[in-house]
């Protein structure tokens, strides 16, 4: 059975600092990761998609990296602002079934 | 705009009583699913359906029942509420594998 991971569940930083959001699974055979971004009472907003062969995505000031083999994945947020305070969700694809991390919750103050 | 429509976006039920959670898509997916999100818990898994006519079940299956009748809708039917039920629902489809999932905007629902 999959199991995903996030770390930290918390994490508070002063504007502007760069920041890494880790997550990790215990299966490698997985179609793709996804992070997503949810907002206090609203659905999941989708980040970064990649793909199993591919080894990162990148999207303005977000880059996720992909290691399959160690069955880890980072998120990069570059230049931290208050609007990127918000839930972030890991999820990897395998047959039929996504598995999620229980999220970083992520605030970022002014 | 294309998407994943759910309905409703709140609701309160008292313990016994059934419901059935809409959810709609337009953008021609096969695959749709059903999740479940519990603090502290992440989403997990309801039910699933791979096509028209075929379902399946999930992580957390308890309680719950889906039928395919069309591409485009799925629909989660809670048999008798229970205030373990409590929880925030979520529709999800995607072209498995291949392009991620996009998630409706969630149903609140309480049990009472």
């Known amino acids: 059975k999959q199991e995903v991971t996030q770390i930290p569940a918390a994490l508070s930083v002063p504007e502007g600092e760069n920041l890494v959001l880790n997550c990790s699974f215990t299966?490698?055979?997985?179609?793709?990761l996804q992070w997503f971004r949810q907002d206090p009472g609203k659905g999941l907003t989708s980040l970064l998609l990649i793909q199993s062969s591919q080894r990162e995505q990148t999207s303005g000031r977000l880059n996720a990296s992909l290691d399959k083999s160690s069955g880890r994945s980072t998120l990069y947020i570059a230049a931290s602002q208050p609007g990127d305070s918000a839930t972030y969700l890991c999820?990897?694809?395998?047959?039929?079934?996504?598995?999620f991390g229980a999220g970083t919750r992520l605030t970022v103050k002014p | 705009n294309a998407g994943v429509t759910q309905t409703p976006k709140f609701q309160v039920l008292k313990t016994g009583q059934s419901m059935t959670l809409q959810c709609a898509q337009d953008m021609n997916h096969e695959y749709m699913s059903w999740y479940r999100q519990d603090p502290g818990m992440g989403l997990r898994l309801i039910h699933y359906s791979v096509g028209a006519g075929i379902t399946d079940q999930g992580e957390v299956p308890n309680g719950y029942n889906v039928s395919r009748s069309t591409t485009e809708d799925f629909p989660l039917r809670l048999l008798s509420a229970a205030p373990s039920q409590t929880s925030v629902y979520f529709c999800?489809?995607?072209?498995?594998?291949?392009?991620?999932?996009?998630f409706g905007s969630g149903t609140r629902l309480t049990v009472v």
């Open positions: 999800a489809s995607s072209y498995e594998g291949l392009g991620g999932y996009t």
């Open positions: 299966d490698s055979a997985i179609y793709n």
């Open positions: 999820a990897v694809e395998g047959d039929n079934d996504m598995r």
